[in-house]
């Protein structure tokens, strides 16, 4: 399984980008069976939770500072997560990860730790300028 996480870029504060997460290595079926998340790392920091989708894509679960800004999604016939980010602020800087967890069944909520997930992207660079 591999993930590549692509999208990021430079853009000024108020700004928006959009995240992808291109699952490889497994079927469409076995992708809407992974629940996927989003992590930072800031230099200096450790790496936060920032967004997760289960894997019915009916539930999600934001870190409070990117609430009404961030939106996680999922396109299982992409095999594909988003993360739209809006109104992007400079404290939003930082390397962006992607994550699966494959271990996820149906009540399985959006998992906001890292030892939740199994399979992790290699970042993507966000940064935000004032």
């Known amino acids: 399984v591999q993930l590549q996480a692509s999208g990021g870029g430079l853009v000024q504060a108020g700004g928006s980008l959009r995240l992808s997460c291109a699952v490889s290595?497994?079927?469409?079926?076995?992708?809407?069976?992974?629940?996927m998340g989003w992590f930072r790392q800031s230099p200096g920091k450790e790496r936060e939770f920032v967004a997760a989708?289960?894997?019915?894509?009916?539930?999600?679960d934001y870190r409070d500072s990117v609430k009404g800004r961030f939106t996680i999604s999922r396109d299982n016939t992409r095999k594909t997560s988003y993360l739209q980010m809006n109104s992007l602020r400079p404290e939003d800087t930082a390397v962006y990860y992607c994550?699966?967890?494959?271990?996820?069944?149906?009540?399985?909520?959006?998992?906001?730790?890292?030892?939740?997930?199994?399979?992790w992207g290699q970042g993507t660079q966000v940064t935000v300028s004032s």
């Open positions: 290595g497994v079927s469409g079926g076995t992708f809407s069976r992974y629940g």
């Open positions: 994550a699966a967890d494959s271990r996820a069944i149906l009540t399985t909520p959006p998992r906001s730790t890292e030892r939740g997930y199994d399979y």
């Open positions: 989708i289960s894997r019915s894509g009916r539930d999600a």
